[in-house]
């Protein structure tokens, strides 16, 4: 089971640091992932982080901005958002699969967590 926290209002240019907690004793197994759904829109990927937290991978408009890291001791994966857009506006779901690859289909699915950025 997957716990995704963090979201709130934040102002243009501001940050916000997501969090996503796992229950269970083999989170280090799970590839992570973030993706988010905006309003009328479909879900897309946001970033993805490798079993080991080694490995990172991003989607081209969160690249430089947002960065995607995990605790396995603390079976929880972090979103570190910062220089937010308006156009980040969504809600958030942390997923996670037993593959190792990062990019295509994942798994199991968390609750989301709402990021809204004012202008």
């Known amino acids: 089971q997957l716990q995704a926290s963090g979201g709130g209002l934040v102002q243009a240019g501001g940050s916000l640091r997501l969090s996503c907690t796992a229950s269970?004793?083999?989170?280090?197994?799970?590839?992570m992932a973030w993706f988010r759904q905006a309003p009328g829109k479909e879900r897309e990927f946001v970033a993805a982080?490798?079993?080991?937290?080694?490995?990172?991978y991003y989607a081209d408009s969160v690249k430089g901005r947002f960065t995607g890291s995990r605790d396995n001791a603390k079976n929880t994966v972090y979103l570190q958002m910062d220089s937010l857009k308006p156009e980040d506006t969504a809600v958030y779901y942390c997923?996670?699969?037993?593959?190792?690859?990062?990019?295509?289909?994942?798994?199991?699915w968390g609750q989301g967590t709402l990021v809204t950025v004012s202008s």
């Open positions: 997923a996670g699969k037993d593959s190792g690859v990062l990019v295509g289909e994942y798994d199991y």
């Open positions: 269970g004793r083999t989170f280090s197994r799970y590839t």
């Open positions: 982080i490798s079993r080991s937290g080694g490995t990172t």
